[in-house]
C-alpha cells in the first residue's frame, strides 16, 4: 500500500543507498510483503518495460509510457 513505500525509502537511507533509485538500492529492502509477493514485485519492471512494451508498440496499442516523457 502507500505506506509501504515511505518504509522502505527509510530503510534504503538508513543502509546508505539512494531511495531515488530502485535497482540497486529500493528494490532490496521488503517491508512486510510475503516472500512471493516481494518476488513478484520486483519481476513487474522487467515484464513491463522488456516483454509487454514492445508488444504494444508492436501491436500499435498505443506509445509505451517511456516514450511519451
Known amino acids: 500500500g502507500p505506506a509501504r513505500i515511505p518504509r522502505e ?3 534504503t537511507a538508513a ?3 539512494d531511495p531515488r533509485f530502485y535497482w540497486g538500492h ?4 521488503n517491508s512486510g510483503r ?3 509477493n516481494f518476488k513478484e514485485n520486483r519481476q ?3 515484464r513491463i518495460l522488456i516483454r509487454l512494451a514492445p508488444v504494444y508498440v508492436r501491436n500499435d496499442w498505443g506509445s509505451t509510457s517511456c516514450d511519451d516523457y
Open 9 to 11: 525509502e527509510r530503510l
Open 44 to 46: 513487474y519492471p522487467v
Open 34 to 36: 510475503s516472500a512471493a
Open 15 to 17: 543502509a546508505g543507498l
Open 26 to 29: 529500493m528494490e532490496r529492502f
